[in-house]
């Protein structure tokens, strides 16, 4: 396993998809820095704290950016074999599919958790930059604690991309399912259901705001438990029943 994520991390080394990412991952921290330089032009006097740039660039990342820089990254990782054609030079080494498998999606895992810390350093950067007010290390902790629970909860909910990855082997079709999941979150913002919608539910978990509605945390964290054991089982069982040609 660990000589397959080693092999994971090689062929990332070479390809310009990780600083693209990285890129991606700046996008929303750099447009709550747009609206903080924008409101101290617009409001001198308006005060805008660190807790303020944070909490906003985590819900950008959690419910818009993040869903789509994500579900390019596993279409991606998942589809780099079928379209290179490198898969059946892969498998010809001593490895099972499920451990191939497995390495990919631990290897998405450790990608996401990348880019998270990219996006919370980079704010907290830029708040440094744009003069935010009201440090302190309870609001890194906290801050930080929410960037990575939001994050791996959003990890649970991406399976399905990689089931429509492996299903299709292109990067168009997971794509087009992560705008629509995109636009359910915008249609379900503020709304009861969005504690139900699994895309949904882990920024209202992270941020604590799912307080605020008459769903339970256990009721969002099992519907995310099923989302993604669901599609973990069509995607192992797909490729395993794959002929790899």
Do not use: H
């Not at 998809?17 to 006097?45: H, N, Q, R, W």
């Not at 498998?101 to 744009?130: D, P």
């Not at 429509?164 to 629509?180: G, H, R, Y």
């Not at 339970?216 to 069509?234: D, K, N, P, Q, R």
């Amino acid at each position: 396993m660990i000589n397959l994520l080693y092999c994971e991390f090689f062929k990332l080394k070479r390809s310009k998809m990780f600083f693209i990412s990285i890129l991606g991952a700046m996008v929303a921290p750099i447009m709550v820095f747009a609206g903080l330089i924008k409101a101290k032009i617009t409001e001198p006097d308006k005060v805008i704290t660190y807790w303020d740039m944070l909490e906003q660039t985590n819900l950008y990342v959690l419910l818009l950016f993040g869903i789509i820089v994500y579900g390019v990254i596993a279409a991606y990782l998942f589809s780099r074999e079928y379209t290179e054609n490198t898969l059946k030079s892969m498998l010809t080494v001593p490895v099972s599919k499920e451990a191939f498998l497995t390495a990919k999606f631990l290897m998405f895992f450790v990608w996401m958790m990348i880019l998270t810390a990219v996006a919370w350093v980079s704010t907290l950067f830029l708040s440094i930059v744009g003069n935010a007010a009201e440090f302190s290390a309870t609001v890194i902790m906290q801050s930080f604690k929410e960037y990575f629970l939001g994050a791996f909860l959003l990890y649970l909910t991406m399976s399905p991309f990689v089931f429509i990855t492996l299903w299709f082997k292109n990067l168009a079709s997971p794509i087009i399912v992560v705008a629509t999941v995109v636009l359910g979150n915008v249609a379900l913002a503020n709304e009861e259901l969005a504690v139900l919608f699994p895309w949904s539910s882990p920024y209202l978990i992270a941020s604590r705001d799912i307080a605020k509605y008459n769903y339970s945390i256990e009721t969002a964290l099992v519907i995310i438990l099923i989302v993604f054991f669901i599609g973990v089982f069509l995607s192992f069982v797909y490729f395993k029943k794959q002929d790899v040609k």
